[in-house]
Nanobody, 127 residues
Framework: QVALVESGGGLVQTGGSLRLSCAAS????????MAWFRQVPGKEREFVAA????????YNEDSVKGRFTISRDNAKNTVFLQMNSLKPEDTAVYYC????????????????????WGQGTQVTVSS
């Protein structure tokens, strides 16, 4: 049984920072591709960042380049998303996801590529 639990969302002013956490159980995050997506009402879920088992990282360069950092703590079996210089357009529900393929290389950007999802955490950036 795989479970992903996000935390760390909240309300922040423009220019502020938040750190999201995704605690996993049932799988070891260091052996799978993990990703963060976000979604606003009426729009498709958008890729934010991903980290592979070998620590290869990709970002949605257009929207978060230089501001967000994805990382992983193997001892805590947790993935993080550090978000700096937040903008009102970053307001969304942020979801953690896991692709259930062991030690896989490759880049995966669409929600259908991922098998397990957390419940989401709301991030609101006020102007």
């Amino acid at each position: 049984q795989v479970a992903l639990v996000e935390s760390g969302g909240g309300l922040v002013q423009t220019g502020g920072s938040l750190r999201l956490s995704c605690a996993a159980s049932g799988r070891t995050v260091s052996r799978y591709s993990m990703a963060w997506f976000r979604q606003v009402p009426g729009k498709e879920r958008e890729f934010v960042a991903a980290i592979r088992w070998n620590r290869g990282i990709t970002y949605n360069e257009d929207s978060v380049k230089g501001r967000f950092t994805i990382s992983r703590d193997n001892a805590k079996n947790t993935v993080f998303l550090q978000m700096n210089s937040l903008k009102p357009e970053d307001t969304a529900v942020y979801y953690c996801a896991m692709r259930d393929v062991f030690l896989e290389n490759g880049h995966y950007y669409t929600p259908s590529d991922y098998d397990y999802w957390g419940q989401g955490t709301q991030v609101t950036v006020s102007s």
